[in-house]
C-alpha cells in the first residue's frame, strides 16, 4: 500500500492519522495474517464514531537493526493512553506544560 510504505519512510516515532474509518479498516486488514486470531480481530475490529485508538505497527524487516525503536510484544504498551495535553499537566514523571 502506498501510504503504508510513505509512512515506513518517516523518522518521527508517533503519527496520528485522522481518516475515514472505511481507510482504516481496508488498510488495516493487510495486517496480522501471521498473528493469532485474537490480535487479527482486534485489527480488524470495526472503529465506532469518532474513535480515538493507538497501535503500533512494527516492521519486521527493521527488527535487529538500529533503525528500528518499536518493541511490541503483542501486549497494550506501558505509558499513558490519554491525549498529550492532559499528560502534560503536572505529570509525576516530569512532564510539564
Do not use: Q
Request: hydrophobic share 35%; with cysteine.
Amino acid at each position: 500500500m502506498e501510504f503504508l510504505n510513505w509512512l515506513w519512510t518517516r523518522k518521527e516515532k508517533e503519527i496520528a492519522i485522522v481518516t475515514h474509518s472505511g481507510f482504516l479498516i481496508h488498510t488495516l486488514s493487510a495486517f496480522g495474517n501471521d498473528c493469532h486470531p485474537d490480535v487479527k480481530n482486534e485489527i480488524c475490529r470495526p472503529f465506532k464514531n469518532c474513535e480515538l485508538r493507538s497501535m503500533v505497527i512494527v516492521d519486521r524487516s527493521m527488527i535487529g537493526s538500529d533503525s528500528s525503536t518499536t518493541d511490541y510484544p503483542g501486549k497494550i504498551p506501558s505509558g499513558v493512553d490519554v491525549p498529550s495535553d492532559v499528560t502534560c499537566i503536572n505529570h509525576p514523571d516530569g512532564f510539564s506544560n
